[in-house]
């Protein structure tokens, strides 16, 4: 290599290193092996036409659907060197080729074409490049070119060569290039030369692409751009292409540049008119070797890195300044002024031109914190923690050393400054003997506005919004009015003015100064249009384009005059706190240009222009359902299913979707719901993932949608039904059913039984009681009885023992009289007699003794019917226990003949010798 050459390689290599410094870039998002869970190295990229991602891994085959990485291993579990992905997604590995195909479960299903070849592989192929020709897949090994037929699914060798170094695909022609003997073409099913390897110089070719109707642009790995037009090699000049580097791989981008992946120094994009757009590396990459490029369909660049893979979104309206290494700090503010853009940081004032790629550099004497930027009179000046600058392109020159200056405004005729300790005064050009503090003002000023030449709007972050009247001579505050916040409206009010209109901001609500009311008001448009925006505090800022904006999480919003309607509309960019984070109170935009904003962070800046180009995304995908029983080993379900049918155990599901969209500063979002379990969406996230748990039998819808941006998606919904226990069956309900049934008339027949029991318990206990009272009755009937009886039988054993008395009187007086013959004695004799007469005697017993023992003369006569009256009358006085000489007065007979009688007696009743009469005759 000349010097020459060798001069302009430095100064080339010189100038990128410098730009790298000063580049706005495009969102850029890494991807490490750790969060797609593979091996290190990428191969090849590709995107399906369902806009999934496909990468060739050492792992195995990735597929990212924008929000899950999955990853499938071929067989032998080797590295994946290649990768298509059209309606099946084809795969190139180490000693194995074949192609994806999607499962009814979303899943894919490997079936390799190793043993559809002709013979066998060769020892140690390995599979590098697919292209795909109509209906023709060509796989590419370092030995072969294979091709399969879609339609028969027949694969035959195509070439047999001994390096082939990569294979191309240029205007539905296949191109491969053999090592030291030059680049073929497929024609007619065979190999022919297009360039021999004299013309080409044995110069390695990573990328061949259309470039015009009859050239096309070949891209060398170490020799620079070529153009091949039929059997012409001829090179390609462009200015700032880095001829020092090694590429790997190679991409023309459908905007017309050219992305380039370098062994060593990153991604370079550039046009062929010899401008380089972006140069790319470390650590804006995780790794600085590209090993594949791939342009998705939404414009983005996918880098397939030896460690990761990265994302470029090229097409993103926003570009991202990035200060890594901190050698600029957090921005506070910027402005554009004469063709240079001036950031003001916590470590100084720095600047740069417009759109160059140069590195800000530090305006000497400005280090340390910058607040504020200011043009005013056609001067700018900018407000530092050591006082305030007055800046003239790269030269900045102090003309106030007070305490610290937060803001300035044009007031009269001088400027007014907010300082840290007060208020202070200029005029003209001499800022040493006329600049001074205003008396009577001692608070901080960190935002105000000029109401007119005499009056000021101030904000202070603890004590509220103050209106501060000056004196004519602006040496001192005349007159001063303080508005203070509620705590529920919260610290950090920021004072601005909008359409000549006086607001003030914080974190929930907007207020509009009241000329009438001579208050603040929350009754104003401002406060309405922005009621839900989420905003993360007061900041508000008023550009010189006539817009509003203040700061949410997920957005910036911006308030303008609709130019149709005339009226004020909101509306939005997405932009994530976590690109622009900065310390609260202190969020920050600026207008650089037309339609142009600048946004300052805590790492550099963001800028972005108006209205934002719209980059279409895919639209929301359910790429997977899976259930379990036991929330672990979760199975695979039909996606297309009309109605997924699950057994009662399987009641753990688990939805998997995404939108297929790879911006990093528009992140999908997404809301779910589940029919029957719960009708509320859920709210958005973007984890892209639906878990339930232990859900009851029943049917089920369960629905999702999604947005991105201003996009919102259809709805997806998938129903499913989670079949009733064994114990929940119907037959088993109808079984219940009958037990209970039965159990009722169980029940109803033992209660019966039971009451019946009761029932003839309580009559039982009732006749008992009965008894026990007839019992009762009868016993005291008895006792009175028996009373009565033993009164009855007393009385009659009494009336007897009297007649026995009597007649054993009349007997002796009879005897003694009988002795004398007198007549009236014999008178006397007979009257006796008639008293011994036994039938008297007899009949007055028998009446006794009838009221005494009714039944005993039935019973006896019923036994001993043979029985006479003379009979009778023995077992009556026998009945009384009488002995025969007892009974002998009674019937006036002796002694002898009662027992006479009573030998008779027992002869009529066939009584046993040993039985005693009187016992037999009372027991009766």
Not at 78 to 86: G, K, P
Not at 326 to 332: A, F, M, Q
Not at 388 to 415: H, S
Not at 710 to 733: C, E, G, M, R
Request: charged share 25%; aromatic share 12%.
């Amino acid at each position: 290599m000349n010097l020459r050459l060798l001069v302009k390689t430095f100064l080339i290599f010189l100038f990128f290193s410098l730009a790298v410094k000063g580049q706005e870039l495009p969102p850029v998002t890494n991807f490490s092996p750790g969060q797609y869970g593979g091996g290190n190295q990428n191969w090849m990229i590709s995107q399906g036409p369902d806009k999934q991602i496909y990468v060739a891994n050492n792992a195995g085959l990735l597929q990212f659907d924008g929000e899950h990485w999955n990853l499938y291993e071929v067989p032998g579990e080797t590295a994946v060197r290649s990768v298509l992905a059209s309606t099946d997604i084809y795969t190139g590995a180490y000693m194995e080729f074949g192609y994806w195909r999607p499962q009814e479960n979303g899943r894919l299903q490997y079936h390799s074409l190793k043993d559809s070849v002709g013979g066998k592989l060769m020892d140690g192929e390995q599979f590098w490049d697919i292209k795909e020709v109509g209906n023709h897949v060509i796989f590419q090994s370092h030995q072969r070119l294979y091709s399969f037929n879609k339609q028969t699914g027949e694969v035959v060798t195509l070439v047999n060569e001994d390096n082939i170094s990569n294979l191309f695909k240029v205007r539905d022609k296949i191109y491969y290039q053999v090592a030291e003997k030059g680049l073929f073409t497929i024609e007619n099913g065979i190999g022919r030369i297009v360039l021999n390897n004299e013309i080409i110089g044995n110069m390695p070719i990573v990328g061949l692409f259309p470039f015009s109707e009859e050239n096309i642009l070949a891209v060398t790995r170490d020799d620079g751009l070529f153009l091949i037009a039929e059997n012409d090699w001829k090179r390609l000049e462009v200015e700032a292409y880095p001829v020092s580097e090694s590429f790997f791989s190679a991409l023309y981008l459908n905007d017309g540049s050219l992305a380039l992946g370098s062994i060593g120094d990153g991604l370079y994009i550039l046009n062929l008119e010899g401008e380089m757009e972006y140069h790319l590396a470390q650590p804006s990459l995780m790794n600085n070797t590209l090993l594949a490029v791939m342009e998705d369909d939404e414009g983005n660049i996918w880098g397939g890195l030896d460690n990761g893979i990265a994302v470029i979104n090229k097409q993103s309206p926003f570009r991202i300044f990035v200060d890594t290494f901190g050698e600029i700090g957090t921005v506070y503010c910027s402005i554009v002024v004469d063709g240079l853009m001036y950031l003001g940081t916590n470590q100084g004032l720095y600047y740069k031109e417009v759109d160059s790629n140069e590195a800000y550099r530090l305006i000497e004497g400005t280090t340390g914190q910058v607040w504020s930027l200011s043009y005013l009179n056609a001067e700018l000046y900018a407000g530092h923690d050591r006082g305030t600058f007055r800046i003239d392109g790269a030269r900045a020159v102090q003309i106030w050393d007070g305490l610290g200056t937060w803001t300035m405004g044009e007031m009269g005729p001088g400027i007014v400054q907010g300082h840290y300790n007060g208020l202070s005064f200029f005029t003209g050009d001499d800022f040493g003997e006329e600049a001074h503090y205003l008396d009577n003002f001692d608070l901080s000023v960190q935002h105000m506005i000029i109401e007119n030449d005499s009056t000021l709007w101030m904000s202070h972050f603890h004590r509220g919004i103050f209106r501060v009247e000056l004196n004519e001579g602006y040496s001192e505050v005349e007159a001063m009015q303080n508005f203070g916040i509620s705590r529920k409206s919260g610290l950090g009010p920021k004072i601005f003015r909008f359409e000549n209109e006086i607001y003030y901001s914080t974190e929930d609500s907007v207020y509009q100064y009241s000329s009438k009311l001579n208050d603040f008001t929350s009754k104003n448009v401002l406060n309405q249009l922005t009621t839900t925006t989420e905003r993360i505090s007061g900041a508000s800022r008023v550009l010189g384009d006539g817009s509003w904006w203040t700061f949410g999480v997920d957005n910036l919003f911006y308030v303008n005059r609709d130019p149709f309607e005339q009226k004020l509309i909101l509306q939005k960019v997405p932009l994530p706190l976590e690109h622009r984070n900065i310390s609260k109170g202190f969020e920050n935009i600026s207008l650089v240009g037309e339609n142009r904003y600048l946004v300052g962070s805590n790492g550099g800046y963001i800028e972005f222009s108006l209205p934002l180009d719209k980059i279409p995304s895919g639209e929301l995908m359910l790429n997977a359902v899976s259930t379990s029983s036991k929330r672990e080993n979760f199975t695979y379900r039909q996606l297309d299913d009309h109605k997924l049918e699950l057994e009662s155990k399987e009641n753990n599901i688990r939805f998997v979707y995404s939108i297929p969209a790879y911006q990093s500063l528009s992140k999908a979002e997404y809301s779910y719901r589940l029919l029957n379990y719960s009708s509320s969406w859920s709210q958005w996230d973007q984890t892209g993932i639906a878990s339930f748990e232990n859900l009851p039998a029943g049917s089920y819808t369960f629905e999702v949608k999604g947005r991105i941006s201003d996009h919102n998606t259809q709805t997806l919904s998938y129903k499913f039904n989670i079949a009733k226990p064994w114990y929940y069956s119907n037959l088993a309900v109808l079984s219940y059913l009958l037990l209970f049934m039965l159990g009722l008339l169980v029940i109803h027949y033992t209660y019966k039984r039971r009451h019946k029991k009761i029932i003839e318990k309580r009559e039982r206990n009732l006749r008992l009681k009965n008894l026990e009272a007839e019992q009762e009755i009868i016993r005291l009937q008895k006792e009175h009885l028996e009373k009565d009886m033993q009164e009855k039988n007393s009385q009659l054993a009494a009336s007897t023992m009297s007649i026995i008395k009597k007649n054993e009187l009349l007997s002796t007086l009879k005897a003694d009289l009988k002795e004398a013959d007198n007549p009236e004695v014999k008178k006397v004799i007979r009257t006796i007699d008639k008293e011994l007469r036994e039938e008297d005697n007899w009949k007055m017993f028998k009446e006794a003794f009838k009221n005494a023992d009714k039944e005993f003369f039935d019973k006896i006569k019923k036994k001993h019917p043979e029985l006479t009256s003379n009979d009778l009358r023995l077992c009556a006085y026998l009945r009384l226990n009488l002995s025969s000489k007892e009974i002998a007065p009674l019937v006036n007979i002796s002694v002898k003949s009662v027992e006479i009688k009573r030998y008779r007696l027992r002869k009529k009743m066939n009584l046993p010798r040993e039985a005693n009469l009187t016992d037999y005759i009372m027991n009766l």
